[in-house]
């Protein structure tokens, strides 16, 4: 198993542009998790999907944010238009229902210039 | 809401020698999982030891082992002769078990940051 899988690694952007993050779940997990992490706040829920549909994406810092999971294996996180203030490293994790831990991604570092 | 608190932002140990990462949570729920996850400077969010509340017995992985106090409310790692590949950011984090909400939730403390010196 790849385990999951972010892409890209990093991002650097310029102010106002759309970003896109994308994220490739374990096979056989049905919960897909998108957490924000920096230095001042540390990891943050930004929001989490079960069986492709969002439950809880009260962490979504404002509309300029949004998150999306077409299948079961796979989801996307857009930022549109991007602030420098949204510069972090932005993880994926996936999950199966039950005690499992989650199983993280590697991270994009995104940087807004 | 549950949270978790780590009290320890930074800690050092000796090569070779032991150390124990506090972490105390708070919950209303009888039944639950705690864990903690490691982060080294390459940012891999890495599961190292996980525990249910159910058990009484404490989980050991290898050289890392908990003690889990279910009444205080305290889950701190102990890892046994600590290496220089131990150093990282060491997180405590809590799921819940019931419910599509809190039993999918996993709440993070703020972190310890663990050096190891040689």
């Known amino acids: 198993d790849a385990g999951v899988i972010q892409s890209p690694r990093h991002e650097v952007t310029e102010m106002g542009q759309e970003v896109t993050l994308r994220c490739k779940l374990i096979?056989?997990?049905?919960?897909l998790f998108w957490y924000r992490q920096t230095m001042m706040r540390g990891l943050e829920l930004l929001i989490y999907?079960?069986?492709?549909?969002?439950?809880?994406d009260s962490g979504m810092p404002e509309d300029r944010f949004s998150a999306k999971m077409p299948n079961a294996s796979f989801s996307t996180l857009k930022i549109q238009p991007s602030e420098p203030r949204d510069s972090a490293v932005y993880f994926c994790?996936?999950?199966?229902?039950?005690?499992?831990?989650?199983?993280f991604g590697s991270g994009t570092r995104l940087t807004v210039v | 809401a549950q949270t978790v608190t780590q009290s320890q932002p930074e800690m050092s140990v000796q090569e070779a020698e032991t150390v124990t990462l506090s972490c105390t949570y708070d919950?209303?729920?009888?039944?639950?999982?705690l864990f903690w996850y490691k982060q080294p400077p390459s940012r891999q969010m890495i599961l190292v030891i996980r525990?249910?509340?159910?058990?009484?017995q404490n989980a050991t992985e290898n050289r890392f082992s908990v003690n889990f106090q279910k009444a205080a409310k305290s889950f701190s790692l102990k890892i046994s002769d600590s290496q220089l590949g131990d150093a990282a950011m060491y997180f405590c984090?809590?799921?819940?078990?019931?419910?599509?909400?809190?039993?999918?939730?996993?709440?993070f403390g703020e972190g310890t940051q663990l050096t190891v010196n040689p």
């Open positions: 525990q249910e509340a159910y058990k009484q």
């Open positions: 984090a809590y799921r819940g078990s019931r419910g599509e909400t809190s039993g999918s939730r996993l709440t």
């Open positions: 096979s056989g997990h049905n919960s």
């Open positions: 994790a996936s999950s199966r229902q039950g005690w499992d831990g989650y199983t």
């Open positions: 919950t209303s729920e009888s039944d639950y999982y």
């Open positions: 999907f079960n069986n492709n549909v969002p439950i809880d």
